[in-house]
């Protein structure tokens, strides 16, 4: 019971209005099976290209730099008709990801489609992209937690106020439905680091429910709202909304599965997953939309290999950084990553939609990208060794072993395959591309550059 005491400590009253707070949109009204829902106004990056840039490269900055969209959650246990009443008259609709063919019936300000159980979708309304709903019919929780149990911190509806929260072997962290944690800063001595909001620490945890955490009261740069360091953790249903930095790091870990996990961030580098030094981890069934990379595969100098990752059945928007990648700080090896079945609906960034960026030493094998939807790209593949900014090591690495298979890709500005070594001992090798369409065609050996570096490219 003392866990749960501690969780109810940390609740608070209602604080003022900010994004995030239910029911606050101007732009929108929802009904899901002709029941109204609660939508939810989100900060996201501006629509002005020059804007999201600076919001990237001005640290501290970039929280002032957004426009706002909405989001709204429910559960269903069978196809629901949805109605959406927007804030002006709807000429034109579109319901992505365009994959699940949904045709919008519009009256006026009100469109109708069908959501199926599992469905993450974004509805822009008269080519307006960035003021756009975010619709997430989860399926129907099945798992029930007592709030009395001593393993079990319960946060039920209602706005809470939580800072450094750590989650500990053999424990559940339940936010439910209509619950709002906002995460406040920790810092543990003076000058030192700031703590994560929640931390994950040891073994057999579990995050579940439905309810959103967020980070709108952290300063940009101080902390993560959710910190995984253990094995066997699971994390499931939760929404992050406006997280100062890193979103989800999980490091040293392994075992990790994040399922059904929504995440829109809009600050500077508020990544939204990046995984380091782990093994044995699963991204699935997730949307992403924030301002830095999106899923992200690293090593950094205080951990081992990472391998085993797979990122599958995400719905993912960029607006600066990478949407799918390994890198930039790959310090030790990486092996046996696969990003497969995920739709990309949109990608304005300035770097690469799918990228192996090798900053540093070691060596990256086995990395493949399949059966990929991708709705809009500005820079669409990079295979990349050479030194930057991110770089730890005076040593390069190696890149061999990479697959591009079965992808789709519309709207792209520049469709070039760039594959660059760094020298003689620090190569590109044993790369193929197969059945790669790029703006209604099939890519060709034409498409790609490379340098000296670079050996044993098929393109089939």
Not at 95 to 118: H, Q, W, Y
Not at 195 to 203: F, R
Not at 367 to 378: D, M, P, T
Request: a negative charge.
């Amino acid at each position: 019971m003392k866990k749960i005491i501690i969780s109810l400590l940390l609740a608070m009253a209602v604080i003022p209005c900010m994004a995030g707070r239910k029911g606050d949109s101007d732009l929108f009204e929802v009904k899901a099976g002709g029941k109204k829902v609660p939508v939810y106004e989100v900060k996201v990056s501006p629509k002005d290209s020059l804007l999201r840039m600076k919001g990237m490269d001005d640290k501290k900055g970039s929280a002032a730099i957004y426009e706002l969209a909405a989001f709204c959650t429910f559960d269903i246990d069978k196809p629901t008709m949805v109605t959406v009443k927007a804030d002006r008259e709807v000429e034109s609709v579109k319901v992505l990801p365009s994959s699940r063919n949904i045709k919008a019936e519009t009256d006026g300000r009100e469109i109708t489609f069908e959501a199926v159980p599992g469905d993450r979708l974004t509805v822009e309304i008269n080519g307006d992209e960035y003021h756009s709903l975010h619709v997430f019919a989860n399926t129907v929780e099945t798992e029930h937690y007592d709030p009395s149990d001593p393993d079990v911190i319960y946060f039920g509806p209602g706005v809470h106020h939580v800072s450094h929260l750590v989650v500990r072997s053999g424990q559940t962290l339940y936010i439910a439905e209509g619950a709002i944690l906002y995460g406040e800063m920790f810092q543990r001595e003076k000058d030192g680091p700031w703590s994560p909001v929640i931390s994950l620490i040891g073994d057999h945890i579990k995050v579940r429910g439905r309810g959103i955490i967020n980070g709108s009261l952290c300063e940009t740069l101080t902390t993560n709202l959710m910190y995984v360091n253990g094995n066997d953790i699971s994390i499931e249903g939760v929404i992050f909304v406006d997280s100062s930095v890193w979103t989800v790091p999980v490091k040293n870990s392994s075992d990790v599965d994040i399922n059904n996990v929504k995440l829109l961030g809009y600050r500077a580098n508020s990544d939204g997953i990046d995984i380091c030094n782990s093994r044995n981890v699963t991204v699935r069934n997730c949307f992403i939309r924030t301002l830095d990379d999106l899923i992200v595969i690293k090593t950094t100098v205080e951990g081992g290999k990472s391998e085993h990752i797979h990122a599958y059945g995400n719905i993912l928007w960029n607006e600066v950084a990478h949407a799918v990648s390994v890198g930039a700080e790959i310090n030790k090896d990486i092996n046996d990553v696969v990003f497969e079945d995920n739709d990309i609906i949109h990608d304005k960034g300035r770097e690469w939609t799918m990228r192996v960026y090798h900053c540093d030493n070691a060596l990256v094998t086995n990395v493949v990208f399949r059966n990929l939807r991708i709705e809009e790209s500005q820079n669409f593949i990079s295979l990349w060794i050479n030194k930057a900014v991110w770089s730890h090591s005076t040593e390069r690495g190696h890149i061999n072993g990479v697959t591009f298979e079965n992808i789709s890709a519309e709207r792209v500005a520049n469709p070039i395959m760039q594959f660059l070594g760094y020298d003689s001992t620090h190569m590109i090798e044993n790369v193929t591309v197969s059945d790669v369409t790029v703006n209604g065609k099939k890519l060709t050996e034409a498409s790609v550059r490379t340098n000296e570096f670079v050996k044993n490219i098929t393109i089939k």
